[in-house]
């Protein structure tokens, strides 16, 4: 059996490593499960607290989670503030790279420096404790420090990944009800522009609450100002006062809100918060980043998700490491970028996707082998199940097989990773997340609700709170009860499958729910499906997630046209252009699939399991008792076989 292969600690890392063996986990795990908010306000001590907390938990209404109550703290104080009295002051925070070869580092009081006048200026626009930011940004310095401003004041911001569209960033600023919007006239990727200003144009004229736009330039290119509305960053900063101080928040202040994609075509707005979420993103820096200050740390998430957030900007910073940061796309100029990067600036941790890891895989070893890799004495992988053969690959070819591999399971709710080896403890198997952290309580539950005690298969649940868990859904708690609390009462279920072997370690499968993650990004079928129902020659559609080969999982779009119009060459490539218009280049599908019918219940419901089936099988083996007309699924599974082979590889 493949899941019985194990690749033990390295014994020269576990020696020097914070958590050195697997006793030492246990012990660790057991503390917590003996007592968990002593565990949890132990942990807490390694954040500064402006004023104490009076109780560590408050679950008294559940599933609304306080933490560490009382307390007053800030995130950005403790990313910069508390290092430099210390020596770290003229440490490297971040070392940034431009995908044009631009280069620049910054040190803590530098970064410290630029936050404090860029927080200065959002104060000159009146804002305050409260209110509301989005940031659109490019993967450049500024990026972090808009957060940290925001962090610093108080004001709850959210970043939207700059490869959305000016439909989805129109969505979030308006759900958010955002009064201002950091962006940059333009960003790079694999050389062109990435007209960044121009969205934020385009939302902006559906957004009333907006009152002003902050730009970084970028780029010395033509970009479009709006008197009275928009700004400069340089002129807004531009002798400015270095200091400002940090607000001495509540604990539970909401310190952003990070849309996410759910089973509707409405983007959650998971809102995380202060205190707690510190805590456990600080802790998880150390148990499973081992993270040290001689390291140079590098996470390739863009900080439009989660991982970008937790692990690029506020665990690193909060931990005084020193944070690599890469503007672009991984093939740029050629196929070696990221080995030229952990090269070049000697990277000693490295974290990355199984997607990006399938993709190096196919580009070949000529590549990575052609680079000093020496640095490197930690890899991880986050956003999907990494299956073994890339594992295997990860380890060998980049790791040398001298570097342990963290494989992280956690979502955008869980705010922190969840379940992941420990490098020096954890025997690792490929393909396993492993054992959860200390303070994290998964189960195994079968369809009825019934923990599955031992080795088995069932839905992945956590059944205590953790204090980086999302707090609520933006002003929408009835939604985050109904979303995460209902499937099995009171108990939060994550929408993943998983099983758990003879040595309970777990091995996640999955989503479970109509979320499907390509190349480790979180989209609902349900999006795409509205957005290709707004397209004026659809009917109907239904979008199934199809195993793909680098990406993980693909979009298949299945789609019905109106009597008036017929399926072409041309009007297959514009439904792909429409959604990824309307969504993001990311939801643009793979495949569209023109059907006469779609195979639906007797109450109309699209039975997407079907859909999914065929497009991963071929054909249909499972139940179609509930279906309303047979003859659609015949129809469809012979379409599937000869759409691979008239299609190809279409694209
Ligand atoms: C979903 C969460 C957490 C940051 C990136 C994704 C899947 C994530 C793993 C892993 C197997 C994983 C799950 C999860 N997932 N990491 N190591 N092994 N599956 O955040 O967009 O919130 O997606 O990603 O299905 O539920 P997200």
Known sequence: MEQ????????????????????????????????????????AQAVHWFAPWSKVLDWSNPPFARWFIGGQTNVAYNCLDRHLTTWRRNKAAIIWEGENFEQRTLTYQELYR??????????????????RSIIYMPMIPEAAVAMLACARLGITHSVVFGGFSAEALKTRIQDLEAQIVITANSGLRRGKDVPLKQSVDEALKHCPTVKNVIVYKRQEIPTHMQSGRDHWWDDMTLDRPETCPAEQLDSEHPLYVLYTSGTTGKPKGVVHSTGGYLTQVLSTMKWVFDIRDDD????????????????????????????????????????????????????????????????FIRQGDQWPEGHDLSSLRLLGSVG?????????????????????????????????????????????KPGSA?????????????????????????????????????????????????????????????????????????????RVDDVINVAGHRLST???????????????????????????????????????????????????????????????????????????????KIMRRLLREIVTTK???????????????????????????????KK
């Open 384 to 428: 999907e199940p990494i299956n073994p053969a890339a594992w295997k690959w990860y380890h060998k070819v980049i790791g040398k097989e001298r570097c342990p591999i963290v494989d992280t399971w956690w979502q955008t709710e869980t705010g922190a990773i969840m379940i992941s080896p420990i490098p020096g403890a954890t025997p690792a």
């Open 4 to 43: 019985n292969e194990v690749f033990n600690p390295p014994a020269e890392f576990s020696n020097s490593a914070s958590i050195k063996s697997l006793d030492e986990y246990k012990r660790l795990y057991q503390a917590a499960a003996d007592d968990k908010e002593k565990f949890w306000a132990e942990q």
């Open 296 to 359: 140079v740390y590098w996470c390739t998430a863009d900080i439009g998700w989660v991982t970008g957030h937790s692990y690029v900007v506020f665990g690193p910073l909060a931990a005084g490491a020193t944070a690599m940061m890469y503007e672009g796309a991984p093939d740029w100029p050629k196929q070696d970028r990221f080995w030229r990067l952990i090269e070049k600036y000697r990277v000693t941790i490295f974290y990355t996707s199984p997607t990006a890891i399938r993709s």
């Open 526 to 604: 349900m999006e795409v499906e509205s957005s290709l129902v707004r397209h004026k020659s659809v009917a109907e559609a239904a979008v199934v997630g199809a195993p793909h080969e680098l990406k993980g999982q693909a979009i298949h779009a299945f789609v019905t046209l109106k009597s008036s119009e017929k399926e072409s060459d041309i009007l297959y490539d514009n439904l792909r252009e429409w959604v990824a218009q309307e969504i993001g280049a990311l939801a643009r599908p793979e495949k569209i699939h023109f059907v006469a019918a779609l195979p639906k219940t007797r109450s109309g």
């Open 619 to 649: 054909s249909v083996a499972g139940d179609t008792s509930t279906l309303e007309d047979y003859n659609v699924i015949l129809q469809l599974s012979r379409q599937g076989k000869e759409e691979e082979e008239i299609l190809g590889e």
């Open 114 to 131: 630029k936050v404090c006048k860029f927080a200065n200026a959002l104060k000159e626009l009146g804002l305050k404790t409260g209110d």
């Open 434 to 510: 492993t054992l959860p952290l200390p303070g994290v309580f998964p189960e195994i539950l079968d369809d009825k609700g019934n923990k599955i005690e031992g080795a088995g298969k069932g839905f992945l649940v956590l059944t205590q709170p953790w204090p980086a868990m999302l707090r609520t859904l933006y002003k929408d708690p009835e939604r985050f009860k109904e979303n995460y609390f209902s499937r099995f009462p009171g108990i939060y279920f994550t929408g993943d499958a998983a099983t758990r072997d003879n040595d309970g370690y777990i091995w996640v499968l999955g």
